[in-house]
């Protein structure tokens, strides 16, 4: 599997193949697929002459096209870190640059600190939900703008994938990972494909296969100051069946790292953000499978490192235990959910805050929020802060809206997990509808009612709201016909209630609402667990 080059390396790794002085000091990180030179403030990355079967890096002129198609690509999510492609040469030894034959390739790179990146800030309990928030945003976009490559998820080409990933591990069953294991999980994947193709079919339609990045990890994401901002490093670039895909296996693989790391609680919270920031609540349908799907790739990944001989003691027996652990973590996700999923339903006059407090409920408790206003938007064919004319709000619209919010939140309960519904729930048989579909997932089910007894709170907050961009189109004209129309909840309206003050400070209101839901079983995410 691999051409041994411990002359390069050794010649890299001295400073004066660089152009350096030789006090500066070279250091090498290896990996399964490139040597990776760090003097400086620089970064080489020399293609391994390897052949995994998924990438075939032999030949000099395949080092240097994926090279180039390494910059290429990682330039759309890190576009100021990737600076070209260099040529090795040999001349009284490898260098970078200078005169003689070119045998080798190059990328040259802007080193990155390490403290930036995800995984160190993971370590230092400093990767919170609100960074992952603005992860999840900033992966929305890209996917969005990035090519719809629809033949990438197909089923025999999803199946074929799966097939080779076993393959490729068969060879270290019974040494990183246990027969039971390695069955059961091509059982759960193999099972996913064929009895939930109508979920796989309906991802292609909604043209959610694009052309990705398709290594996500926390090493690979960096939180960086102005200008760069959020970057993500690294994507595959050696083929082609492993970038494009589909955009919930691009978010599950980052969600996967941070279950391996034992926080659940941000691996959901991370998955919640990025469903709404991609208004896509199909994802869930397909989740667990990707999930699984990833875990396996990382513990094959960890297992050709485990066994590569040219890799040096302590790298091997590090491999070793990650594969295991990712192997474990593979099969964990074909299981039943710990904690049983919840409907919450968030009500409550316009300008009462619902809106604020169902954003900071799906925070608190890590769960995605299905927004009327949103899926209003979204079903117009608008932008969420697009204004909306009264042909939305008809007896019609407002039926059909309901009726898609309640859909999407069925598609977040199918996977097991809990959902948080943001609408008005005017009418008793919104909220019974909602209540009844908790039933159905055997899930448990709450009525959050904002209460804002003044008026004059009402109609400040929706002026206010006409000064800055807004999801919501509502009026004193809206809000006075809602005044006349809306039901009060009945004794026998499916609960608990759970009544909240919405008319002073936000955090008070969460608070409230946190407490109330707690007494019925639902508890926040950072209290079931804690950093």
Known sequence: MTEPRPDLVRDLLRPQAYGAPPSARVS????????VFLIGDEVWKVKRPVDFGFLDFRRLEDRRHCCAEEVRLNRRLAPGVYLGVEAVRLSRGHSIGGTGPIVDWAVHMRRLPDEASAASLLGRGALDAGKLAALAARLAAFVAEVPAVPAAGERDVLQRNVDE???????????????????????????????????????????RIREGHGDLRLEHVYFLPPPDGIVAIDCIEFNDRFRNGDTAGEAAFLAMELEAARRPDLAAAFLARFA?????????????????????VRGKIAAFLS?????????????????HRDFALARSFSGVPVDAPFVIAVGGMIGSGKSTLAEAL?????????????????????????????DLYTPEAVE?????????AGQVLASGRGVILDATFQARR??????DLASAAGARFAHVETCCAQGEVLRARLNERRTRPSVSDATDAELEKLEGSYEPV????PGPRVAVDTAGEPELAVASALDQLGRVGVRSADAQHPA
């Open 430 to 435: 919104w909220r019974r509808a909602a209540a």
């Open 307 to 323: 066994s590569d001989p040219t890799a040096d003691a302590a790298l091997r027996a590090r491999k070793a235990e990650e594969a």
């Open 276 to 296: 709404e920031a991609s208004d896509d609540f199909g994802l869930y349908g397909v989740l667990d499978f990707y999930l699984s799907y990833r875990a396996w």
């Open 400 to 408: 059909r809206n309901y009726r898609e919010v309640l859909r999407r």
């Open 28 to 35: 090498l990180r290896t990996t399964h697929a490139s040597w």
């Open 490 to 493: 009945e004794p026998d309206e």
């Open 362 to 390: 799906g925070r608190r408790l890590a769960a995605p929020v299905v927004s009327s206003d949103r899926t209003r938007k979204a079903l117009a064919g608008m932008g969420a802060t697009d204004r909306g004319g009264q």
């Open 165 to 207: 990933n076993f393959a490729q591990v068969e060879p270290f069953v019974g040494d990183v990972v246990d027969a039971a294991t390695f069955e059961e999980v091509r059982a759960f994947q193999l099972g996913a494909l064929a009895n939930h193709a109508d979920r796989f079919a309906a991802r292609v339609e909604e043209r």
